[in-house]
């Protein structure tokens, strides 16, 4: 499967395709079963090196990746038990947030010895646990797919007969600049992209998925993740983002794009100059 959208962005890197499926790809990368790990460094794989990832209800990595993949919501049980509680004081100034710091960092000894650090201190990303617990109960879309696995692989991949369920663009901020102008052109309003400040397999995956649900969906802009980029580390250059859309979306920006904001002069002086400067 071609895209002209990517084709006329010049994107350095191939779109990656999410697709929900029953059959595993043969080859493809995979955690090991009950793996805490961050998935973004597979996504890194497949959307630089042409791999495909797969992932499945035993191996997602993360509870945040569970929730984010479509596996229903993997806070609840995480840890062992720890659950919300535990996430919720995490998701702020970890052990200093909990109700009961000596239970917390107990269970901070049961996880890899190289992520102790960041679940001592937390992640900071609420002010305080009340609104973490908000995010994890009710203000994360939570999708449970009926298919066995999800699966990353190029777009070119995409086999005839397949549909993905999200189309993800890697892009710089000139490429986010025009895929913004370009949803823009085929969505009524004022708020074609939603900008979670969440885990970035969630920017790809949950808050795409709940977008595709709608009658108008829109495009999800993501990579904004601080302990995504850490673990992915140079693998994805550091101006990139990730521009997730719906297939239903993608198609529309796929027509509009054979004659649209890529063929205008602003955006082919923009692109020669940008290119030039690379040259």
């Not at 805490?36 to 499945?56: E, H, L, N, R």
């Not at 479509?70 to 052990?95: E, Q, R």
Request: neutral net charge; contains cysteine.
């Amino acid at each position: 499967m071609k895209s002209i959208t990517a084709e006329k962005l010049g994107l350095a890197h191939e779109p990656v395709a999410v697709l929900w499926s029953n059959t595993k790809p043969e080859g493809a990368l995979q955690i090991k079963p009950h793996g805490q790990t961050c998935i973004m460094p597979f996504f890194a794989q497949v959307a630089t090196k042409g791999k495909t990832a797969v992932f499945d209800r035993e191996s997602y990595g993360c509870p945040g990746a569970r929730a984010g993949l479509g596996f229903g919501n993997g806070y609840y049980d995480a840890f062992g038990g720890a659950g919300v509680d535990f996430m919720s004081a995490f998701f702020v100034k970890g052990a200093e947030s909990s109700k009961n710091p000596e239970a917390y960092c107990a269970t901070v000894q049961h996880i890899p010895e190289r992520e102790r650090e960041k679940f001592i201190h937390g992640e900071r990303l609420h002010k305080n646990t009340e609104k973490a617990k908000r995010f994890m109960t009710a203000d994360l879309p939570i999708t449970d797919i009926a298919e066995k696995y999800v699966i990353f692989t190029p777009l070119s991949k995409v086999k005839i007969g397949e549909q993905p369920v999200v189309v993800v663009f890697l892009a710089d901020p000139l490429q986010v600049t025009g895929l913004v102008t370009l949803v823009g052109a085929v969505r009524e309003g004022t708020d074609p992209v939603r900008v979670p400040p969440m885990a970035a397999c969630q920017q790809i995956g949950a808050f795409v998925y709940d977008e595709a649900k709608k009658e108008h969906p829109r495009a999800v802009l993501g990579y904004t993740d601080l302990a995504a980029r850490a673990n992915v580390g140079k693998t994805i250059p550091e101006q990139m983002f990730t521009f997730a859309v719906p297939f239903t979306l993608y198609r529309e920006m796929e027509e509009e794009a054979k004659n649209g904001v890529f063929d205008g002069p602003i955006w082919k002086g923009l692109a020669a100059e940008k290119k030039g400067v690379v040259s």
